[in-house]
């Protein structure tokens, strides 16, 4: 059984370390690996990945994406974050700037032109998470963290033209084993997707996430904190379905700093 105080949560520190394949219909068509650092004041994640397999016979894709902030009474606050997504020639940046959970500065993506496109208003940009904080999921209170308690999230997300809602809600709960590293529960919540700004509402892609009903995030945990983070991703596409699992997920936990000051003395 997982027990901390709110002193402990405070102080809790982990490192993780995962990889991931990705399949469509069963067929591999990208990999990645993300790390992740949280102390007691702050934290990082950075991410990679490319298309692999039968995907790169038609594109050649490589994206990278980071973000860090603070942690303030549990939770993760940006304060920037950054990607790059590269596709055949093209190149697409995205730089958020945040301050007191809001978006301050920008470099968007380009955009096309289109009069039916929803702008972002300055309050969409307001007490939002960027994509790759809004994955980490800290879990309140003094049990074991991998619980249903993990779903039931509602997170305001901006990522440089869109603005979307996310919504969670608990589904069950499922044991894995990676290839190397975690084996043990994960929480599995229903996702759903809500655009705000920033879209084409006649885009079939916008359309299709919004009307979904099906996906699924499995929730893991880092050792030695409170925050969860997604063990693998399932998501219907007109396809067949889509599946993002950790094949390597390996976390640390990390003693406080108080408690490394100390021991080395």
């Not at 950075?46 to 980071?66: I, K, M, P, V």
């Not at 969409?124 to 619980?147: C, E, F, I, K, Q």
């Not at 006649?202 to 919004?210: D, N, P, S, V």
């Amino acid at each position: 059984m997982f027990v901390a105080d709110a002193s402990h949560v405070a102080a809790a520190q982990g490192r993780l370390e995962a990889q991931y394949s990705a399949t469509l219909s069963g067929i591999p068509i990208g990999h990645g690996n993300w790390v992740i650092e949280i102390s007691e004041d702050q934290f990082t994640a950075a991410a990679s990945g490319a298309t692999t397999g039968l995907l790169r016979l038609f594109t050649q894709g490589h994206g990278t994406g980071a973000s860090q902030g603070a942690i303030n009474a549990g939770q993760p606050v940006p304060t920037s974050y950054a990607a790059t997504i590269t596709n055949d020639q093209k190149v697409d940046d995205v730089r958020l700037v945040f301050a007191g959970g809001s978006v301050k500065e920008t470099v968007d993506p380009p955009v096309g032109p289109s009069t039916d496109r929803i702008p972002v208003s300055d309050g969409d940009r307001r007490n939002v998470l960027d994509p790759m904080t809004s994955t980490l999921d800290p879990v309140s209170g003094g049990g074991d963290p991998v619980s249903p308690e993990a779903c039931g999230r509602t997170i305001s997300v901006f990522d440089g033209r869109l603005r979307y809602d996310l919504y969670s809600a608990f589904k069950r709960m499922e044991t894995v084993k990676a290839d190397k590293g975690y084996q043990g529960p994960v929480v599995v919540c229903a996702i759903y997707f809500k655009p705000i700004s920033g879209y084409v509402p006649t885009r079939f892609a916008i359309k299709y996430l919004a009307d979904l009903r099906d996906a699924e995030v499995w929730l893991a945990p880092i050792d030695g904190t409170r925050v969860l983070v997604p063990f693998r991703f399932f998501l219907p596409t007109p396809l067949g379905p889509g599946v993002v699992q950790a094949t390597q997920f390996i976390s640390v936990a990390k003693p406080p700093r108080a408690a490394a000051n100390v021991k080395a003395q």
